[in-house]
């Protein structure tokens, strides 16, 4: 399914000439071309069409012509289709790609006549959507909830004395504040936008309940190894969404 997103209205006014009913071709037409656009997105131009004739002329018809592509549409026409001598009315042009290439096709503008006064082209190119950056905020707030996960596990399993050191002893209530610590900090780390910071903090935890020997904690119970697990994954998740706000940055 492809995703709508909203972009800014592009406005681009040209105008085309209509003389009076008694000169119905037009002396100005100019199309537009609205370059590369995303697929699932639409962008607009505003057209001026110009009467500089001394008579009121009133369109009858602003349509595609049906052999051309059919991604363009008129978004809004203008409240009177009457122009009054040396005036102008507005409409509105939309373009909604729905693949991926070149596009384009004809609008003609009727006043009065079978046959269309002015024909104008409006040419586009789909493009592949790319992939929204993630927000910083929304980051912090996936990491942080992953984070809250693993303080609250390890405060249930130290309350039920899971946790052992290396050397097979309980371990100490010291041990698990120093340890509760660094959780601590690295949610502040990355509460305040300091990644780098938190990711350093993160890989030193791991390192606490990895289970070799060096690391001297959290090493021989079911517990501990669960504990380790989830902290892994809290740092895969950062691995992948560190990279993507770096990518961002560089957008």
């Given at each position: 399914m492809i995703r709508t997103k909203s972009l800014p209205i592009l406005l681009i006014i040209f105008s085309i000439v209509i003389l009076s009913p008694d000169f119905s071709e037009a002396i100005y037409t100019q199309g537009h071309d609205f370059g590369n656009v995303e697929l699932g997105s639409t962008q607009t131009t505003l057209v001026s069409i110009s009467n500089l004739d001394n008579l009121t002329v009133v369109l009858t018809g602003v349509t595609f012509a049906r052999d051309g592509c059919s991604d363009f549409s008129v978004v809004k026409l203008p409240e009177s289709m009457a122009i009054p001598p040396n005036e102008s009315v507005n409409f509105e042009i939309g373009y909604s790609p729905s693949f991926i290439g070149e596009c384009s096709a004809t609008l003609r503008i009727?006043?009065?006549?079978?046959?269309?006064?002015?024909?104008v082209t409006f040419t586009g190119a789909g493009v592949e959507q790319k992939p929204e950056p993630p927000e910083p905020e929304n980051i912090s707030q996936l990491l942080l909830e992953k984070l809250q996960k693993i303080i609250a596990y390890t405060n249930e399993?130290?309350?039920y004395q899971a946790f052992k050191s290396y050397e097979q002893d309980k371990l100490s209530e010291r041990r698990l504040k120093a340890f509760?610590?660094?959780?601590?900090v690295s949610y502040h780390l990355i509460e305040n936008g300091h990644f780098e910071a938190a990711h350093n903090k993160l890989r030193e935890i791991y390192k606490k309940v990895d289970g070799k020997p060096e690391s001297n904690d959290f090493v021989s119970s079911e517990k501990a190894a669960q504990l380790a697990l989830m902290i892994h994954d809290l740092i895969a998740s950062f691995d992948f969404q560190y990279k993507q706000v770096k990518k961002s940055k560089k957008i």
């Open positions: 009727y006043n009065g006549s079978p046959m269309p006064s002015n024909e399993s130290y309350t509760k610590k660094m959780l601590v």
